[in-house]
T-cell receptor
Framework: DAKTTQPTSMDCAEGRAANLPCNHS???????VYWYRQIHSQGPQYIIH???NNETNEMASLIITEDRKSSTLILPHATLRDTAVYYCIAPSGTYKYIFGTGTRLKVLA | ETGVTQTPRHLVMGMTNKKSLKCEQHLGHNAMYWYKQSAKKPLELMFV???????ENNSVPSRFSPECPNSSHLFLHLHTLQPEDSALYLCASSQEPAVQTGTGELFFGEGSRLTVL
């Protein structure tokens, strides 16, 4: 797997955009970037993934730099329910979903 | 509701007991996974099954024994566990093939919280 680096924790005001960065400088050309989040004591939830182009769905947007060495997950209007640990992963081998420590996002009222 | 159901949600067992965790997915996926999450630690990949064959076994002690009778069901048989095995055990499924085609997003169950006394 490409090694990913994320900040340990972040705070965001409710209603504001939450921008969660991820560095994956060793990513190879065919490795997708996946984002998941885990709300306390629940199973992780898939958010979004991408290869080269920016992606958007009903949950979030994913911005991938042109050199693909980093990406940013954007929650456009964070709510208290978005408080969770967010994981960025870039699996290389088939089935090799290795989760790191992620970013603990706290949305403040 | 993710389409992946785990039972039981909570389990307390002694070190000499034998128990099993069950996972069932209703998504038509053909890859299934077991993860372990200890307190304040990242998820650890334990086992992966693809089309009912084990394709990953991440140096897991033999006191954990997986079984995948078909592509919809996955079990984790537990025997002579240690207190340090207390954790949240998470099951997930994905479509085959995963990853390289960008279609390998994992769908997780809610987990089985295991306490070993």
């Amino acid at each position: 797997d490409a090694k990913t680096t994320q900040p340990t924790s972040m705070d965001c005001a409710e209603g504001r955009a939450a921008n969660l960065p991820c560095n994956h400088s060793t990513i190879s050309g065919n490795e997708y970037v996946y984002w998941y989040r885990q709300i306390h004591s629940q199973g992780p939830q898939y958010i979004i993934h991408g290869l080269k182009n920016n992606e958007t769905n009903e949950m979030a947007s994913l911005i991938i730099t042109e050199d693909r060495k980093s990406s940013t997950l954007i929650l456009p209007h964070a709510t208290l329910r978005d408080t969770a640990v967010y994981y960025c992963i870039a699996p290389s081998g088939t089935y090799k979903y290795i989760f790191g420590t992620g970013t603990r996002l706290k949305v403040l009222a | 509701e993710t389409g992946v159901t785990q039972t039981p949600r909570h389990l307390v067992m002694g070190m000499t007991n034998k128990k099993s965790l069950k996972c069932e997915q209703h998504l038509g996926h053909n890859a299934m996974y077991w993860y372990k999450q200890s307190a304040k630690k990242p998820l650890e990949l334990m086992f992966v099954y693809s089309l009912e064959e084990r394709v990953e076994n991440n140096s897991v002690p033999s006191r954990f024994s997986p079984e995948c009778p078909n592509s919809s069901h996955l079990f984790l048989h537990l025997h002579t566990l240690q207190p340090e095995d207390s954790a949240l055990y998470l099951c997930a499924s994905s479509q085959e093939p995963a990853v390289q085609t960008g279609t390998g997003e994992l769908f997780f169950g809610e987990g089985s919280r295991l306490t070993v006394l």
